[in-house]
């Protein structure tokens, strides 16, 4: 599907916001109601929409996230396709992407306690290990997302998504967990649906709603694209640092969230220190930018290295149990 300038400036909008209504996107991308709705349902039937999701602050519900990256051996192609459906219908793994370069599979799993992160691992292990050269785990101290700006051109300032690491903990209430669990997979669904489904009233829904929003317990509403479908490639770089201070490290954040091409950055305990997410026309491309990054930032960049991100086979945010 080719896009035109009315679809990016809808995949802009929906970036920021993947629950805004009808009328109020309309009235961002200058289109009829009807002409919008039928773009919407194209690029949701073409796939270049995969979901439209929420952003919970799942570590406020006291979920920490473990990133297991493998670089496999001797697997044939069968084998590693049983060990990506194993990882898919798990339900403690929240991420799932094969990868070209350092490593060959990286995967998210979501856990309360670090012995229960152990247990989903250790029964992973025990199916596939002999197909694993190598591994490494990272622990995610701190994630943000940003809209996407290669979209459209303007002077906006970029939309920030985190995930409550800095919040206080919290317990949601039934009422609470029945409504976020209908729309975290789901932004866009509707509160009469919703109402539906949780027995509970439309106005019960719509207030909770707002008041998650207001308390910071929903942070967001965005889009999974396909990055295929875009014409993109997406490349994770895990960047090494030296001689690092707060007052670089945050200017070095705030030029990549100046960067149009940078979508994710998640700070690690790991053997390196950050991780950038980055959509590209080409990995040439990428690689133009991690140079300029390296030589503005010369001072605090020891090295990085990266990996291609073939396709993200699986992305869920947090259900809350």
Same mark, same amino acid.
């Given at each position: 599907?080719?896009?035109?300038?009315?679809?990016?400036?809808?995949?802009?909008?929906?970036?920021?916001?993947?629950?805004?209504?009808?009328?109020?996107?309309?009235?961002?991308?200058?289109?009829?109601?009807?002409?919008?709705?039928?773009?919407?349902?194209?690029?949701?039937?073409?796939?270049?929409?995969?979901?439209?999701?929420?952003?919970?602050?799942?570590?406020?519900?006291?979920?920490?996230?473990?990133?297991?990256?493998?670089?496999?051996?001797?697997?044939?192609?069968?084998?590693?396709?049983?060990?990506?459906?194993? $990882?898919?219908?798990?339900?403690?793994?929240?991420?799932?992407?094969?990868?070209?370069?350092?490593?060959?599979?990286?995967?998210?799993?979501?856990?309360?306690?670090?012995?229960?992160?152990?247990?989903?691992?250790?029964?992973?292990?025990?199916?596939?290990?002999?197909?694993?050269?190598?591994?490494?785990?990272?622990?995610?101290?701190? +994630?943000?997302?940003?809209?996407?700006?290669? /979209?459209?051109?303007?002077?906006?300032?970029?939309?920030?998504?985190?995930?409550?690491? &800095?919040?206080?903990?919290? *317990?949601?209430?039934?009422?609470?967990?029945?409504? $976020?669990?209908?729309? *975290?997979?789901? +932004?866009?669904?509707?509160?009469?649906?919703?109402?539906?489904?949780?027995?509970?009233?439309?106005?019960?829904?719509?207030?909770?709603?707002?008041?998650? &929003?207001?308390?910071?317990?929903?942070?967001?509403?965005?889009?999974?694209?396909? *990055?295929?479908?875009?014409?993109?490639?997406?490349?994770?770089?895990?960047?090494?640092?030296?001689?690092?201070?707060?007052?670089?490290?945050?200017?070095?954040?705030?030029?990549?969230?100046?960067?149009?091409?940078?979508?994710?950055?998640?700070?690690?305990?790991?053997?390196?220190?950050?991780?950038?997410?980055? &959509?590209?026309?080409?990995?040439?491309?990428?690689?133009?930018?991690?140079?300029?990054?390296?030589?503005?930032?010369?001072?605090?960049?020891?090295?990085?290295?990266?990996?291609? /991100?073939? +396709?993200?086979?699986?992305?869920?945010?947090?259900?809350?149990?």
């Amino acid at each position: 599907m080719e896009l035109n300038l009315k679809d990016r400036k809808i995949l802009y909008e929906l970036d920021k916001n993947s629950r805004i209504g009808l009328t109020g996107l309309a009235k961002k991308v200058h289109m009829s109601k009807e002409a919008l709705h039928y773009r919407l349902n194209k690029l949701v039937e073409e796939k270049v929409i995969l979901k439209f999701h929420t952003v919970p602050a799942h570590y406020r519900f006291g979920t920490i996230d473990y990133k297991v990256y493998l670089r496999l051996q001797d697997i044939s192609k069968d084998n590693y396709n049983q060990l990506i459906d194993y $990882l898919i219908k798990n339900n403690d793994v929240f991420w799932v992407t094969p990868c070209n370069g350092r490593w060959d599979l990286i995967f998210g799993i979501r856990a309360t306690k670090m012995n229960e992160f152990f247990e989903i691992h250790d029964k992973l292990m025990d199916k596939f290990s002999k197909y694993v050269q190598e591994k490494e785990l990272s622990i995610s101290r701190r +994630a943000l997302q940003f809209n996407r700006k290669w /979209m459209v051109d303007n002077k906006e300032p970029r939309k920030e998504f985190d995930f409550g690491e &800095e919040e206080d903990k919290i *317990v949601l209430d039934r009422e609470d967990r029945l409504i $976020l669990n209908q729309i *975290v997979n789901n +932004a866009r669904k509707k509160i009469i649906d919703i109402s539906k489904n949780t027995g509970l009233s439309v106005d019960v829904v719509t207030y909770r709603i707002k008041k998650m &929003e207001k308390q910071k317990i929903i942070n967001g509403y965005k889009c999974l694209f396909n *990055v295929d479908k875009l014409g993109l490639v997406a490349t994770k770089s895990f960047v090494y640092f030296k001689n690092i201070n707060e007052k670089r490290k945050q200017e070095f954040f705030d030029y990549l969230k100046r960067s149009k091409n940078s979508v994710n950055v998640v700070t690690t305990f790991a053997p390196w220190d950050l991780e950038i997410i980055f &959509e590209s026309e080409s990995y040439e491309e990428y690689y133009k930018i991690m140079e300029k990054l390296k030589e503005e930032f010369s001072d605090i960049i020891k090295f990085y290295e990266s990996v291609l /991100m073939l +396709a993200e086979r699986k992305q869920e945010f947090d259900k809350t149990k």
